[in-house]
């Protein structure tokens, strides 16, 4: 059955006139009219699983802010007037230009169309290991996580 269209908490079992207008309602609150019939009207729901859809991640690409501001540059515009046409504060232009605020998904992306740069990259959906392909200062590589030692993280 569906809920009632009056209160939504119970589920409606009449058809009542209310202030004029035929509802299906409760039986709580079909005090509030005139019933006129039980309702006949079954409403069978059935829940159907969807695939999750999992957004995609992305990376900002190392030096985000000097690619937006060297690009802006390029155009000859001016923070304010980068700004405005990107319909943002000056003051969050500023802020990603010097990497104290990373832009929203949808920011970086009205960003690179603006400027014809590339500042975010999609992460894959295959995690590896960082420290598998990390270098120390030595140059050597570090062991795979799994046979990574205290020694190993220590700086000679």
Known sequence: MSNCELCGAKPSRYNAEIEGT?????????KFGKVK?????????????RPEIQEPQYTFIHG?????????????????????????RE???????SEHLKPSTVLAKKLERALH???????????????STNTNNNNKSVKNQSGLTIGDMIDK
């Not at 035929?22 to 079909?30: A, F, G, K, R």
């Not at 060297?70 to 304010?80: P, V, W, Y």
């Not at 740069?117 to 420290?131: A, R």
Request: hydrophobic share 30%; proline share 1%; aromatic share 2%.
């Open 22 to 30: 035929m509802m299906l309602v409760c039986e709580d609150c079909s």
């Open 37 to 49: 019939s039980p309702s006949k009207v079954k409403v069978i729901i059935q829940e159907t699983k």
């Open 64 to 88: 985000y802010g000097m690619r937006v501001k060297s690009a802006r540059e390029k155009l000859g515009l001016k923070q304010d007037e980068m700004a405005k046409r990107l319909n943002e």
């Open 91 to 97: 003051s969050t232009l500023q802020q990603i230009e």
């Open 117 to 131: 740069i590339k500042i975010v990259e999609e992460e894959s959906g295959d995690s590896t290991s960082e420290s």
